[in-house]
T-cell receptor, first 113, second 118 residues
Framework: DQQVKQNSPSLSVQEGRISILNCDYT??????FLWYKKYPAEGPTFLIS?????DKNEDGRFTVFLNKSAKHLSLHIVPSQPGDSAVYFC????????????FGSGTQLTVLP | DAGVIQSPRHEVTEMGQEVTLRCKPI?????LFWYRQTMMRGLELLIY????????DSGMPEDRFSAKMPNASFSTLKIQPSEPRDSAVYFC????????????????FGSGTRLTVV
């Protein structure tokens, strides 16, 4: 039972345009959400996060939106750059000890020059 | 800070052999996680330790898998005997968890070990 779902395995976007990556979750106890970015042959690296008390968090070209009622979050990248081409993982955690993260299956973003 | 260090980077072994993957977490981090990445299932949590104690190993596929953390600076994931379906990239991650605040600001991952069992 996948509690965090990324239904699009891949996405291609033209350089300069907006990239929108989506993530859905089923566990209503999740209260902290993160996006990780992964290049080939490297480990995932933290990109941006959002607490459930917010509905938007922005960091430069990256913005994460959270819709709690729909149990949906999205990552917007504007403008997209070729260097953004990577696999993006959505992750969520439940408040409490240890704070383990549950990851989605990832979306391969390709930004075309 | 050298980050999370995993070894080896690549491992090719024959079915039935024992495989040991190693991880050195970031100094001062009190939580350590082993993940497996496959095309079909993405990143799966296998086991995590908090203050060197295994907290949840429900993600470990079967008894062929075992993990240890003898001290705060070292952990191993062992597969014995290995099978072709164990082929995947195995990631170790560490984090600093604040139990009083219940907040984890995210993990730092190692570069992974690509395991191929033939």
């Amino acid at each position: 039972d996948q509690q965090v779902k990324q239904n699009s395995p891949s996405l291609s976007v033209q350089e300069g345009r907006i990239s929108i990556l989506n993530c859905d979750y089923t566990n209503s106890m999740f209260d902290y959400f993160l996006w990780y970015k992964k290049y080939p042959a490297e480990g995932p690296t933290f990109l941006i996060s959002i607490s459930s008390i917010k509905d938007k968090n922005e960091d430069g070209r990256f913005t994460v939106f959270l819709n709690k009622s729909a149990k949906h979050l999205s990552l917007h990248i504007v403008p997209s750059q070729p260097g953004d081409s990577a696999v993006y993982f959505c992750a969520a955690s439940v408040k409490g000890s240890a704070r383990q993260l549950t990851f989605g299956s990832g979306t391969q973003l390709t930004v075309l020059p | 800070d050298a980050g999370v260090i995993q070894s080896p980077r690549h491992e090719v072994t024959e079915m039935g052999q024992e495989v040991t993957l190693r991880c050195k977490p970031i100094s001062g981090h009190n939580s350590l996680f082993w993940y497996r990445q496959t095309m079909m299932r993405g990143l799966e949590l296998l086991i995590y330790f908090n203050n060197n104690v295994p907290i949840d190993d429900s993600g470990m596929p079967e008894d062929r898998f075992s993990a240890k953390m003898p001290n705060a600076s070292f952990s191993t994931l062992k597969i014995q005997p290995s099978e072709p379906r164990d082929s995947a990239v195995y990631f170790c991650a560490s984090s600093q968890t604040h139990p009083s605040r219940g907040v984890n600001y995210g993990y730092t991952f190692g570069s992974g070990t690509r395991l191929t069992v033939v």
